[in-house]
Structure formats: C-alpha cells, structure tokens
C-alpha cells in the first residue's frame, strides 16, 4: 500500500468510486477511514520497517491529521505498546567510564561488582529502566493481525486498489468470515457494477469489469472467467451507453490496459475460444441501439488481439458521436 504525495493521493482518493456514497456526495475526508490508517501504520512498519513512532509521525504529516486516536485505540487494544528498548543498553553501557557505572550502581542500592562487565549486566539484569530509553512497540498480537490483514490489503491493493475504497472490501471481509478474500472481493466488484449500472456510471461498470479479469487472470489464473470480464468491458467500451454527455467530446472507447489486457488473453486462450465468448457475451446485453455494429466491434476484437497498440489506431477510427 504505498503512499503517494498528497495532493496526488487526495486528488485520486476522491474520484474512487463507493458503494455508499454516490461521486458527487463521498465526504472529503472519507478515505482517512480508521480502518486504512491503521493498515497504512503498520504497512509501514512490518513492510518499510520504521519505528512506531516513525510510522504515526509519517501518518500525521502525510494525512494533515491527529493521530492520538489511533495511537491510544492500538495501545488500548494491545497492539502497541510503551516499553524498554533493551536493543541498545548495550551500547549505552559501553559508553559509560566505569565511575559513572558505579554511581548508577550505588544510587540505585546496588552492590558494585569489581569487573566493569559484571557491573554492566547488574544494571541490565537489575535496572534497566535507569538507562533504557523508552519506545513505542509493536506487540504479538500486531504482528497477528498483519499476517492475517496483509494478503488482504495487498489483493485490494494489486486488484483495484487506485479504484475503490478498502474500508468497504474490509467491511463485506468481516461481515462474510466464512469466505475467502478472493471470494469476498468477488463480491465486492459485483456490487459495484450492479450499482454503477444503476447509477449510469460507465467508468465504474468497466473498472469492476477490469478489476475482475484482473483478479481472475493474474491472481487465480481462471483464464476463461477473466476473458469473460475484459470481453465485457470491451463491449461495453466500444458501446458506453452509461457515458455522461459530459465526457463525450474527451472520451476513447479502447484504453492501453484494456487493449494489453485482450492481447494478454489472446497469449493463454484459443483464437476461437475468444470469439466465441464474444459473440455469446455481445448477444447477452440487450442494447436498445449501438454505437457501432458487432462487424466493426470483431474486426476491432481482432486487431487487439493481434497488436497491444492498436488501440491508438482503433480510437482515431471510431467515432461514437
């Protein structure tokens, strides 16, 4: 999960796409969800191995807010806590004359061993909270969490992560335990696409459908499932009858990931195969009128296949509107 800069993380963070909030009413905070913080500070630690302190401080800069919440609910809920950084004693022992050893030795009650190094393990073994600074840790229970949280966040992050919020695949996680991450983000990218349908929102209809091909070919290999979903998309790229009239005059029907996606499939899928979903899936979706016929939509099908640029020539063809 890494971190961009900020104007650019709050830039994009506000056009993703919810499954609360419609695009117009997303909460301009919405994306400091406790739930991504949390998992940001401790992508920073187990992931870029910074301190705790280090990695609320980089929170608090990074995000322009307070971070006792958290803080004081990890500390509470046993996942940081303040403790000795027994790491360097030795180092700070070595540093020390042997009169300043014993002073420490004496002013504690101690009785002062000859050897300056059985006077360095007294203050180890006996106080060593007189020496040792005291720091901001992680405990058994973090390190718990983020073996469990990691494989998570880092599917969201892999699949569509620049595209949706992971408080919300977070959610349907908790709420459906008895299901796979994979499943459950299945799930996650079917509800947006049934409800950006409804909301007339095309880029959220071909970035679920993206999404999807990209879980199902990179991350399970299910090969014909994922060519479903980018055929999918491409069908509904070259006919966006969900598209505002606003985006008409900047929109291109075929993007680079898409066509680069298509020749990717056409490397792992029979040539048949492909076009044959393609007619199936092109008969499933009952247009009321085309933008352009399925003669042209197969004969661009198959130079995308063929060539993963092709699709700046296919744009400059196309004409939608």
């Not at 009785?111 to 180890?124: F, G, H, R, S, Y």
């Not at 969490?145 to 699949?159: G, S």
């Not at 085309?290 to 099908?301: C, E, G, H, N």
Request: net charge negative; charged share 30%.
């Amino acid at each position: 999960m890494q971190l961009a800069l900020k104007s650019d993380y709050e830039s994009y963070c506000m056009s993703l796409r919810s499954l609360v909030y419609d695009l117009d009413e997303i909460p301009k905070d919405y994306f400091k969800h406790e739930t991504l913080l949390i998992n940001e500070l401790f992508y920073l630690i187990f992931e870029e191995f910074r301190t705790v302190q280090e990695a609320l401080n980089y929170l608090k800069s990074f995000y322009d807010i307070s971070i006792v919440k958290i803080k004081n609910k990890l500390i509470s809920e046993g996942y940081i806590e303040d403790a000795l950084n027994m790491d360097i004693v030795d180092e700070i022992l070595d540093s020390y004359n042997p009169k300043k050893l014993k002073k420490i030795l004496k002013s504690n009650g101690l009785k002062v061993p000859k050897k300056p190094q059985d006077q360095k393990e007294l203050i180890k073994r006996e106080i060593p909270e007189k020496i040792a600074p005291h720091e901001l840790t992680v405990t058994e229970k973090a390190k718990t969490y983020w073996a469990d949280n990691k494989n998570r966040a880092d599917l969201f992050t892999d699949c569509c992560g620049d595209l949706f919020y992971y408080q919300e695949y977070y959610d349907i996680c908790i709420d459906n335990g008895d299901k796979s991450d994979g499943e459950n983000l299945v799930e996650f990218l079917n509800l947006h696409y049934d409800l950006a349908v409804k909301r007339c929102d095309h880029r959220g209809i071909t970035d679920s459908l993206e999404s999807k091909g990209y879980y199902y070919n990179v991350r399970t290999k299910e090969f014909e499932k994922g060519c479903d979903e980018i055929l999918k998309e491409f069908i509904l790229s070259v006919n966006p009858i969900y598209l505002s009239d606003k985006y008409y005059g900047e929109y291109e029907p075929i993007s680079g990931s898409l066509n680069q996606n298509l020749n990717a499939i056409a490397d792992v899928l029979a040539r048949n195969h492909i076009l044959k979903r393609f007619n199936e899936l092109w008969g499933e979706f009952e247009f009321e009128s085309l933008f352009i016929t399925y003669d042209d939509a197969s004969d661009y099908l198959n130079r995308l296949l063929d060539d993963e640029n092709a699709y700046e020539k296919i744009n400059g063809i196309i004409d939608l509107f």
